[in-house]
Every structure is written in C-alpha cells, then in structure tokens.
C-alpha cells in the first residue's frame, strides 16, 4: 500500500484527472509509436476504471470514437461509448458488434487481465486465453493496416501468441513503458499494420 501511495506515477496520475497510473502506460507507448489521431475508431477492452479511454479520447478531441468494454462498470467519460460485460460472452461481443455497426476499426487496445487465483500457471493460461480473444476480436474489425496493443504477461503461452501475432501484422514490437513497475512481468505486444487477406 504504501508503495502504490508513494508511486510518481500514482500521484501524477492522480494531478492529471486520470483514474489510474496506468494512463502513463498507453501514452508513453503513444507518444513513441503515434497510435493515436483524431478521426479514428478505437476499441478500448479492459477499459475499467477507464484511463485509457480518457488518454484516447483526449487525443481525440471529439474527432472519432472510442467503445470501450469491461465486465465492471466505468464511470461516464466524454466522448466515449462504454458496454458493460464479459468480453467472453457471445451476447456482450455482439452488443459491442451493433455498436461499431459495421465501421473498420483503427486500432484496438486491450489490458485486461483475468482475476488472479494465485496459481501462477492457471492465471498465467488464462492472461494468454484473453489475449488471444482480443487478438481474434482485432483480426475480424480491425480495418487493413490498423494496429493493434496488448498487455501479456511473460511466462507460458507467451512466445507462441506473438508468433500468432506475427501472422496477422506486418511487425510485431514488444513495448515495457516506465509505468509498468519492474517486478511485473507484463509487457505490450504492439501488432503495427494488420495484414489483409
């Protein structure tokens, strides 16, 4: 606890209006790889408490939109259409199908993560399972040449899944921004230039 009190990137956070420091994650990933620009689609999976909505739609300027998703609730955020639901679910995939209603996405991000039982190999086969459903999720509305970001946790699964994201964009990056503490073994698999065909 006091560890996360006395984090610079909590009490920026905190300075800013953002509702978490993982805020500081996407826009240092941002700001290096120019994901963003007004006008575009984004999908934010894992979106709860919301500040990568806030960073996306901020960018935005009201020039585009953003659908977020989360099996919590978020509180309302300006400029951003938020669907309430497990990601798992057939009838929650297909609200959020209605609600981008045929538009090509530009880029899909995602940072969710599974509930933590404390069996690391359990936990660890479940982080890569919501991979790999965001990564089907961002080959089927992602538009020819959109991007796509995902938190992985290093470990079992992980070497495979980026080969799989190899098949479907032109490079594959891994990204660690400063936010991500350390200790952590999460890091972001950046797919730039979704492949047609």
Excluded at 78 to 105: K, M, N, S
Excluded at 134 to 154: I, S
């Amino acid at each position: 606890m006091r560890e996360h009190i006395n984090d610079t990137f909590v009490q920026q956070a905190k300075a800013a209006g953002y509702r978490a420091r993982a805020a500081f994650k996407l826009k240092e990933i941002d700001e290096k790889d120019h994901l963003i620009r007004p006008g575009m689609v984004v999908v934010d999976l894992g979106a709860a408490p919301g500040s990568w909505s806030q960073v996306v739609a901020a960018k935005l300027g009201g020039q585009g939109q953003v659908f977020a998703l989360d099996l919590l609730d978020v509180v309302p955020i300006r400029g951003v259409d938020f669907i309430q639901g497990d990601f798992q679910d057939d009838t929650v995939l297909a609200r959020l199908e209605a609600a981008l209603d045929g538009r090509p996405v530009d880029l899909v991000i995602s940072d969710m993560a599974p509930n933590i039982s404390g069996i690391g190999t359990a936990d660890q086969a479940r982080a890569i399972g919501l991979c790999e459903l965001a990564l089907d999720f961002a080959c089927c509305h992602l538009r020819p040449e959109g991007n796509f970001l995902v938190k992985v946790f290093q470990g079992s699964g992980f070497d495979a899944f980026r080969n799989t994201m190899r098949d479907a964009f032109r490079t594959v990056v891994v990204r660690k921004p400063a936010a991500s503490r350390d200790r952590s073994t999460e890091v972001f698999l950046l797919g730039l230039g979704r492949k047609s065909g």
